[in-house]
T-cell receptor, first 115, second 113 residues
Framework: DAGVTQSPTHLIKTRGQQVTLRCSPKSGHDTVSWYQQALGQGPQFIFQYYEEEERQRGNFPDRFSGHQFPNYSSELNVNALLLGDSALYLC??????????????FGEGSRLTVL | GDSVTQMEGPVTLSEEAFLTINCTYTATGYPSLFWYVQYPGEGLQLLLKATKADDKGSNKGFEATYRKETTSFHLEKGSVQVSDSAVYFCVRGGGGSNYKLTFGKGTLLTVNP
């Protein structure tokens, strides 16, 4: 059983460009959350998707947007990239009914570098 | 807002030493508390959890007790192994309809043989 898979694993962009990151949740999981982890910091919550809707959003600007597809996979889009967007972007999947148990499964992340 | 403060690292120990990583959290509401671990080259994974005051979470020899009176959730292990070398994150759940997990900054643990 594949866990959470993310693509691409690494990418380099320049300021002002746009990026799309992809996540396939663990089989059977219906909820996807996205986190940003800057170097030396803990992950910060960007948003969560459930039933193809954004259920909750963290303190991130509108340049960050997402989508969840009927098969529960998800995309994170970042527009007008800034140098400060350089980070590891983590996707976590879970079963909605078990979310508050903390049983999230994380992917290994997509490392974005903005030059 | 919600926050978690954990002991800054890095922490370097010899095998079989005792480990404590301190963690405190903001006391708004009644959050669940977790420790997540990130082994080299792997994704974050749940190590242990506690959902209410005085609960003790345990796994793989690690323990942490949810202390409401001191708003703490310190991670302990009596005898660490080289394979425990990893980054450890103390995490606060949102609770209820708040699905956000709030992470501490992480503590890098290196265990030498």
């Amino acid at each position: 059983d594949a866990g959470v898979t993310q693509s691409p694993t690494h990418l380099i962009k320049t300021r002002g460009q746009q990026v799309t990151l992809r996540c396939s949740p663990k089989s059977g999981h219906d909820t996807v959350s996205w986190y940003q982890q800057a170097l030396g910091q803990g992950p910060q919550f960007i948003f969560q998707y459930y039933e193809e809707e954004e259920r909750q959003r963290g303190n991130f600007p509108d340049r960050f947007s997402g989508h969840q597809f009927p098969n529960y996979s998800s995309e994170l889009n970042v527009n007008a990239l800034l140098l400060g967007d350089s980070a590891l972007y983590l996707c976590a999947s879970s079963l909605s009914r078990r979310y508050n148990t903390g049983e999230l499964f994380f992917g290994e992340g997509s490392r974005l570098t903005v030059l | 807002g919600d926050s978690v403060t954990q002991m800054e690292g890095p922490v370097t120990l010899s095998e079989e030493a005792f480990l404590t990583i301190n963690c405190t959290y903001t006391a708004t509401g009644y959050p669940s508390l977790f420790w997540y671990v990130q082994y080299p080259g792997e994704g974050l994974q749940l190590l242990l959890k506690a959902t209410k005051a005085d609960d003790k979470g345990s796994n793989k020899g690690f323990e942490a007790t949810y202390r409401k009176e001191t708003t703490s959730f310190h991670l302990e292990k009596g005898s660490v192994q080289v394979s425990d070398s990893a980054v450890y994150f103390c995490v606060r759940g949102g609770g209820g309809s708040n699905y956000k997990l709030t992470f501490g900054k992480g503590t890098l643990l290196t265990v030498n043989p």
